[in-house]
T-cell receptor, first 113, second 113 residues
Framework: NAGVMQNPRHLVRRRGQEARLRCSPMKGHSHVYWYRQLPEEGLKFMVYLQKENIIDESGMPKERFSAEFPKEGPSILRIQQVVRGDSAAYFC???????????FGAGTRLSVL | QKEVEQNSGPLSVPEGAIASLNCTYSDRGSQSFFWYRQYSGKSPELIMFIYSNGDKEDGRFTAQLNKASQYVSLLIRDSQPSDSATYLCAVNAGGTSYGKLTFGQGTILTVHP
């Protein structure tokens, strides 16, 4: 399967714990995007990364959230000290360098108890 | 004013009819436009993208773009019950926001037999 791979599909954390969400882009894609979909809300852009670079993080909350896309390995979205309001579906998308046509992974559903 | 607006619906059409989904956007400089389909509990799936004014057809789907009116639509011909889903309009402003897709709230489409 050469699609965008996200794991885990479901993640349960207690308040105050850390959540790490992983995303491997589609084969041939080197641009990664993270979006969040809160219950009953639309998809909201969080961050755009290329290998080893954060290009646009205008949608990232100022605290507790960080993202990286290392030279080797998947992109990671990290949420420190999770709160109940972080419960949402987190989607990763990827595109090729030539065209900003974004294809989405299956998402990670984060539940904070 | 929301950046990307869609009628939330639900839009209900009989099987075999044409479903018409509409979207308006506020940033006149927006450059690329996308329609995604999202089944309940699933991830967004790319249906169509369009860059230029006019119509673009792909099978039963036609995307229409009118930049002067800041309006983009999706027509689904010969609607099938399997088309029942939420349809998301997404807009990319380009420039410094190259990676960011701004989504509308989505239109819920129900195709009844």
């Amino acid at each position: 399967n050469a699609g965008v791979m996200q794991n885990p599909r479901h993640l349960v954390r207690r308040r105050g714990q850390e959540a790490r969400l992983r995303c491997s882009p589609m084969k041939g894609h080197s641009h990664v995007y993270w979006y969040r979909q809160l219950p009953e809300e639309g998809l909201k852009f969080m961050v755009y990364l290329q290998k080893e670079n954060i290009i646009d993080e205008s949608g990232m909350p100022k605290e507790r959230f960080s993202a990286e896309f290392p030279k080797e390995g998947p992109s990671i979205l990290r949420i420190q000290q999770v709160v109940r309001g972080d419960s949402a579906a987190y989607f990763c998308a990827s595109s090729s360098p030539q065209l900003n046509i974004q294809y989405f992974g299956a998402g990670t559903r984060l539940s904070v108890l | 004013q929301k950046e990307v607006e869609q009628n939330s619906g639900p839009l209900s059409v009989p099987e075999g009819a044409i479903a018409s989904l509409n979207c308006t956007y506020s940033d006149r400089g927006s450059q690329s436009f996308f329609w995604y389909r999202q089944y309940s509990g699933k991830s967004p799936e790319l249906i169509m993208f369009i860059y230029s004014n006019g119509d673009k057809e792909d099978g039963r789907f036609t995307a229409q773009l009118n930049k002067a009116s800041q309006y983009v639509s999706l027509l689904i011909r010969d609607s099938q019950p399997s088309d029942s889903a939420t349809y998301l309009c997404a807009v990319n402003a380009g420039g410094t926001s190259y990676g960011k897709l701004t989504f509308g709230q989505g239109t819920i489409l129900t195709v009844h037999p």
